[in-house]
């Protein structure tokens, strides 16, 4: 029942949207230049799907491996940060003052050092992730209780599994917090990257034209696709979380078809460990 | 496995939070510190855990100097820890997957010590759907799968209600009675260290030393009954008598000094 009213109720509110976009345009009869009529727009997608679909995989390439790059460079650059204090105190001023430069003035310079190709879009991409993902993996290693440091050492564990098994597993649920952020708002940075980097494709620069020649109906296309690009990017990666922290949302870890559980036999088990225990 | 700590004592800087201390644990015993806060138990339980170096003087375990050394002894605390993305039977077998490898038998395992101390419904839940008794049971069970004949456990019981924690004391000298391990038992409840132990150490505060030592004779395996003895009441006053003469003297040493 909640399952459904998750989808029938998002969806139901955006049909209600078009409704009442559409009754608006009829009611006071805006100039299609103004504001084009829904169906308007999806005829737009449907006659110049030929160039759309090109435009809009180049986007989407340019986000999936922005939004790859862009988490890679910041997971990294989190884990030495968070475990090199002297890194960690010398770099996190210098990466907050980075973030209060805005992203279309490193666009220009990009354009200058990687000429117009997909290398520019995909570093502003990653540079919008970059942050986000930093500053959550730092707080996540910042939160592992110490207690539990301390009770691993005393096990006698080293550095090293310290990390992969302790601190490692607590950085993911605020990763993927950082992540469902990122999701939406590097699609704007694709978009961003198109505009000070770009001669041809992507939907950024489908926008710009069909702008230029006052197609309302194509600029609409392009934020309706953008906009699916943003949604299925979200759903997918609150997807990969899911299945990634399963202690969040469920009691038990999911049965995977192909491993057996051992079975125990009472007696067998019990035996050792009183065996062990002498 | 006899544990002895040999004149250990430790200063942060120039505060002594541990003044020199002896204390011996026989093999098998359950002995009990009891204390005020900021006595330094907590320092000495880092101390015979290797997590802190003393200052000075050495930890045994029966004739093996272990001062400094991680891994020796099983180390349980007030808070259980557990790790949220483990299940039951993967908590209980993290001190393997941190030293070496995850065996089958190490499962296997795990699985019996849950069934056997009553989790066996819970060997694959994962930790947020168990009480806090349930979780500190498989804190217990945790330290008991290291296979250290020495366990240091820091008021293990301190965060739970009155009535978890008396089936949680009870819980444990059976569970202690079973094994039969070497138990070092760190609380503030004079109750719950005569309950459970064959010794009790009364410690002083700052810099913490220890003042007097009570053998407890009462009979094995003991029963909620055994609180309202008057062999435990005697027992509870001669040890609240001498931690509250303590207090008194610690505050009126505070009144000097202010």
Redesign the interface.
Known sequence: MRRVSQIVLPVALTAAVFGIWDIVVNVFTIQSYVLPRPYAVFAQIGTDWDVLQPAMWQTIEEFVIGFFVGIACGFVLAVVMGELRIVRRGLYPLLIASQAIPIIAIGAALVIWLGFGLTPKVVIVALIIFFPVVVNVLDGLANV?R??I????????GPV??FL??KL?GT?TPLFSALKLAATFSVTGAVLGEWTASTNGGLGVYLLEQNSRLNTAGVFAAILLLAAIGIVGFLLIAGAEQLA???RT????RRLPFRRR?P?T?A???Q??KG??? | MKLRAENVHHNFGATAALAPTTLEVQDGEFASIVGPSGCGKSTLFNIISGLLRPTAGRVFLDEHDVTGQTGRVGYMLQKDLLLPWRTVTQNIVLGASLTGRVTRKDKEEAVALARRYGLGEFVDHYPHTLSGGMRQRVALMRTLAVHKDVMLLDEPFGALDSQTRLRMQQWLLDVWQDQQRTVLFITHDVDEAIFLSDRVHVMSARPGAFRASYDIDLPRPRSIEILTSPAFIEMKREILQLIYSETLKQLAQEGEAA
């Open positions: 209780d207690d539990t301390s009770l691993a050492r005393a096990m006698g564990a599994r310290i098994h302790i597993p993911l922290t399963p202690w469920r009691s038990t870890p051992v125990v009472r067998a088990a019990t050792s460990i062990e225990s002498s």
